[in-house]
């Protein structure tokens, strides 16, 4: 029996990213916390004394980032920020020191947190419909189809801030133009006018409707990093369906999920297998 929510799900893509930032292996458990730290910020819930204090850490990291950046610059190596240093478009200038420590930011922050949801709820998912864990567990084939369900069901990016951009109407309400809304994901994904019986749990849904879910984004909109996201998802997938027998769910207990505005996830995740 263990926690896999936090002690798994969470570690994984988190030691993902900083193998693809080149961290040392002795910063490792800082670059964990900065990175926690990070989407800690967006629960509106904390105390001041405490958005403070994770502020402050994220300067720390911003100055450790800063570090790295100008080491690769003098040594480049064959990690993600030597390969933004070296990036270059034709008649355009490199990357700036801040630019790059950008585009990390914003690796981090999407990178980590809805993959680390996505795994959680994948698991959760396929323990609380034992026939489809059967047939994913007999043919590993069936896991991105499993997780995609999964993201649909259970989106980890609850929704996206947008600002109206002229008069219009959603939904029977006028809206005008420069106010702001607060489009949902995960209700857009279970909208039964999209989709047949969207509260269950079905990894055979005709591709054309799974093409109406929002989780991924749409167009110029989707994720760039949404294939690195997949890898991650099903090879923690795989390993926890293949390793641990006779996967379940401890019953009754209490999930709770993360407060943030944006971001969902469970914080803990009990389950308990075979030997």
Request: charge should be negative; include cysteine.
């Amino acid at each position: 029996r263990a926690e896999l929510a936090a002690e798994f799900a969470t570690q994984m893509p988190v030691g993902v990213l900083g193998h693809l930032l080149g961290v040392p292996d002795a910063d490792h458990q800082k670059f964990d916390d900065w990175t926690l730290g990070i989407t800690t910020l967006f629960i509106p819930s904390i105390s001041d004394e405490q958005r403070l204090e994770l502020a402050r850490e994220q300067v720390d990291f911003t100055n450790y980032i800063l570090d790295v950046i100008h080491e690769r610059r003098r040594n480049p190596g064959e990690d993600l920020v030597s390969g933004l240093i070296l990036a270059q478009e034709q008649g355009e200038k490199s990357l700036t020191d801040r630019e790059i420590l950008g585009v990390i930011g914003q690796l981090i922050i999407a990178g980590f947190e809805t993959t680390a949801g996505g795994i959680s709820f994948t698991l959760y998912m396929l323990t609380q419909n034992p026939e489809v864990y059967t047939r994913v567990r007999d043919d590993l084939s069936l896991v991105p189809k499993a997780i995609e369900e999964s993201l649909r069901r259970l989106t980890p990016a609850r929704g996206l801030v947008r600002r109206i951009l002229k008069d219009c109407e959603i939904g029977g309400h006028q809206m005008k133009a420069g106010e702001n809304i607060f489009a949902l994901v995960q209700s857009a994904n279970n909208d039964g006018a999209a989709f047949g019986c969207p509260a269950r749990f079905d990894i055979d849904r005709d591709p054309a409707e799974m093409k109406k879910s929002l989780h991924w984004g749409v167009g110029n909109h989707t994720c760039i990093g949404m294939p690195l996201a997949k890898l991650d998802m099903r090879v923690a997938v795989e390993t926890v369906v293949r390793r641990l027998p006779n996967l379940r769910c401890v019953p009754d207990q209490q999930i709770k999920v993360t407060p943030g505005m944006i971001f969902h996830r469970p914080e803990r995740l009990e389950f308990e297998w075979d030997v």
